[in-house]
C-alpha cells in the first residue's frame, strides 16, 4: 500500500483539461514540494513537474499545484502523447523514505 | 547526462547480484544518487539513496539489511549489492540521479533501468 494516494485511471479526449490528485499527509505532502514522474509503455520515468516548476523541454500544458496534503498535476490541453502512468513523489520525515503514489494510467480517448 | 545500469539477471532465492550504473554528463561525485526499482505490473518503489560524499545511506524497510548501496567516484559509478534475494525483489531496478532546484528535492535524471529475476 502506497504513502501516497492518486487515483487508479483518468481519461480524457485530445484537447481536454485533466486534473490528477495524490494524496498524503502532513510528514510528507504537508511537508514537502512534490515530484510528479511521467511513465510510458514502461521506458524510464521522466520528470514533468516539481513543484510548481516545468524541467526543461516539457510543454508549458502541463502544471503543478498544492493544497495542504494534496498535490495535483493538470494537463491543459490534453494530447495522445500525454497517454502514460503518472507517480507524484516525495519526501516523507516520519518514514525517513522518499515515498510515490501507486500511480494513476492517463487515457487519452 | 547518462544513467546506464547493468548487473540484473536470474538468480535463485536466496542468491546475491551486484547491480551498477554508471555516469556520465554531470558531476558524479557532487550529486546524491539513488535506486527505485518497480516490480511487473506494479508502481515505483523507492529502494535506496546514497549522499554526494557517500556518508550518509538509507534504506527501505523491505530492503534494510540485505542491500547495500555504495559508489566510487573516481569511476564515476554507482553499486547496489542484493543479498539474500527473495521473489518479490524482482523488478526493474532504475538508478535516479538526486537533485535540488528552487527549493525541491526530486529525481531529475533516470536510467533505463536493468531487470532482476528471483526465481528458481
Known amino acids: 500500500q502506497s504513502a501516497l494516494t492518486q487515483e487508479a485511471s483518468v481519461s480524457g479526449t485530445v484537447g481536454q483539461k485533466v486534473t490528477l490528485s495524490c494524496t498524503g499527509n502532513?510528514?510528507?505532502?504537508?511537508?514537502?514540494?512534490v515530484a510528479w514522474y511521467q511513465q510510458t509503455s514502461r521506458g524510464a520515468p521522466k520528470t514533468v513537474m516539481f513543484?510548481?516548476s516545468l524541467p526543461s523541454g516539457i510543454p508549458d500544458r502541463f502544471s503543478g499545484s498544492k493544497s495542504g496534503t494534496t498535490a495535483s498535476l493538470t494537463i491543459s490541453g490534453l494530447q495522445p502523447e500525454d497517454e502514460a502512468d503518472y507517480y507524484c513523489?516525495?519526501?516523507?520525515?516520519?518514514?525517513?523514505?522518499?515515498?510515490f503514489g501507486g500511480g494513476t494510467k492517463l487515457t487519452v480517448l | 547526462v547518462q544513467l546506464l545500469e547493468s548487473g540484473g539477471g536470474l538468480v535463485q532465492p536466496g542468491g546475491s547480484l551486484r547491480l551498477s550504473c554508471a555516469a556520465s554528463?554531470?558531476?558524479?561525485?557532487?550529486?546524491?544518487m539513488n535506486w527505485v526499482r518497480q516490480a511487473p505490473g506494479r508502481g515505483l518503489e523507492w529502494v535506496s539513496s546514497?549522499?554526494?560524499?557517500?556518508?550518509?545511506?538509507k534504506y527501505a524497510d523491505s530492503v534494510k539489511g540485505r542491500f547495500l548501496i555504495s559508489r566510487d567516484s573516481s569511476k564515476n559509478t554507482l553499486y547496489l549489492r542484493l543479498d539474500s534475494l527473495r521473489a518479490e525483489d524482482t523488478a526493474v531496478y532504475y538508478c535516479?540521479?538526486?537533485?535540488?532546484?528552487?527549493?525541491?528535492?526530486?529525481?531529475?535524471?533516470w536510467g533505463q533501468g536493468t531487470l532482476v529475476t528471483v526465481s528458481s
Open positions: 535516479a540521479k538526486e537533485v535540488e532546484k528552487r527549493g525541491v528535492y526530486f529525481f531529475d535524471h
Open positions: 513543484g510548481n
Open positions: 502532513s510528514n510528507n505532502i504537508g511537508s514537502y514540494a
Open positions: 546514497l549522499s554526494d560524499d557517500g556518508f550518509t545511506t
Open positions: 513523489s516525495t519526501w516523507d520525515y516520519s518514514l525517513n523514505a522518499w515515498v
Open positions: 554528463g554531470f558531476s558524479f561525485s557532487t550529486s546524491a
